[in-house]
């Protein structure tokens, strides 16, 4: 009886634990979306500061390699000069009033170095920085020039005020002279007109002091000419970046601080190793797309027309090649072979005992003996292990009785069963085989048979043949159908579908007719041939679950190459 109280609380644990389960997943998604959106944002500025970074680099450089064709040369005219200087003066002036204006306009953005404001101040700093420094080369080749002429100048005009001075003096001179010629003694009698005309002309030695100030001025600016000339002429413009730098340091620092912060992103530590295994992850995943056309266009074309090329083999050219159905013999072109079946029935006597698998079994009869057969063959043990066929078991009816062979696993499986005469041989793959009946005390006699010293076998991979001798009655299953066909005027079948042929055929293998249909799996890469008296047996259809050899479809593929080698 079912407690309510358990289904209560089976119910309530159930939606805790949903509910619990849909918090934790959203939570991990908003935490993922956020560093996602955190690692994005960073990287999408570090993309654009970068940028950034190398428009001003841009900038600089090409400001200091253009700027310096715009500036006089040393030994330009001073006129020239004087109008350099105010063209780099207005031109300084109207890029600071805009920086001003972008500056004051903008109080935030002017900031942030991810702006379009911060970069227009910054290309403005770098060129104002290099104005600068161009006006002041400008100035100090107009100082240099015109320092010498200014000195030259001052001792022109002290030299023509002491030209002036030196001639009163002498005509002061030469006039007292004249009056202590003309009055000599009456100039030293006081009161007289002489004296007084004497002493007016003495007062004016005053010029003589006038005169050796100038003198003295003279010989000052004689010696700044001197010094000046002395100065070395100046060399080229030479443009210092530091100021230029300093502007960019902002973006630099930028990118610093975003480097630490992508370090230190949960998303960032997730995707560092990823884009270091993506370019090795890509080729291996080339490699691994292009390698199965490379090795199949391989096979194809190389391998392939070489084993189609050798001889065919015979394993028993001495045995008959003659099957026999229920309805009738298969050996011959016009032998009838009976259809396959969805459920096969057997006839059973009392001389006879059946080995099956236990997964094929419909039913048995009450008065049958039953026990295990654990392997088809002790003296193959690994084969019949592989191959499917161990744990049988044995029907031993006490008469005459009727049992049903059917598959409840395999929808697409039919079954026949092939009767082998005492003097024949069928070449058959024992995971094909369902059962088999035999005599009392009569086993069925198995042999293998292996080609290694044949270079077809070895370019095909099939070295082993299980050969069932008859008498036997075998119980085959094939795909959508068993068919018995006869190979007198020669036979060619896909060899996925392929599960037995007479051993007295000349087998041998063509290559498939098309390579596209070789290399998405549809065929094999051989289709097998036979020639001769005897039969062929195929399924009707190669079976889904066949992943055609070695280069088939992953480690399946591998498998059935194995069982290939060993005829399995």
Known sequence: MRSPFRSFTRFTTSTVLSLLAIIIILLGYNFLSAEYAKFETLEREQSYLHKLKSELESIRDTVAK???????????????????????ESEIGNKQATRQKLWDDHPIERYVPTSNTFRQIASLDIEIAFLQQSLVYVRNLHGFGAGPAEAERQIKRFQAGGYELADQIYQNKKAQWELSKRA????????????????????ERLLQSAKDLLDKEIGHWQGVLQTLQKIPHPGSLVLDHAPANRTIQPVHDRLSENDKQLEGSNFRKFMRPVKEVLPTALWILVLALLSPLLVKAITYYLIAPVAARRPPIQLLPESSGRISTSIGAAGSESGQTMPSR?????????????????????????????????????????????????RLTRIRPNSEERITVSSSTDPLAEFSLLDVPADSALVLQPSCLVGIIQTRGEPLKITRHWRFGNLGAWLTLQ????????????????????????????????????????????????????????????????????????????????HPDDHSGLFGRGLQGIVDTFLKIFGI
């Open 184 to 203: 000599p003694l009456i100039w030293r009698v006081p009161f007289t007109p002489a004296h007084r005309e004497m002493e007016q002309l003495e007062g």
């Open 66 to 88: 253009e700027l310096p064709s715009r500036i006089p040369k040393p030994g330009t005219p001073l006129n020239l000069l004087a109008d350099r200087i105010k063209s780099l």
């Open 342 to 390: 969805v459920s096969l029935p057997l006839a059973l006597d009392e001389r006879s005992e059946l080995l099956i698998l236990p997964s094929y079994l419909q039913g048995m009869p009450l008065n049958a003996k039953s026990d295990t057969r654990w392997l088809l063959d002790w003296s193959m043990p690994l084969t019949s292990l592989v191959a499917g066929m161990y």
């Open 463 to 542: 070295f082993r043949y299980i050969v069932f001798h008859g008498p036997a009655k075998l119980i085959v299953k094939g795909c959508r159908g068993v068919r018995v066909e006869p190979a007198i005027t020669g036979r060619s079948i896909n060899q996925a579908a392929t599960l037995g042929f007479s051993a007295n055929l000349d087998y041998s293998v063509a290559r498939n007719e098309t390579f596209w249909s070789y290399y998405f799996g549809e065929r094999e890469l051989f289709n097998d041939s036979w020639r001769g008296d005897g039969c062929c047996v195929h399924a009707e259809t190669p």
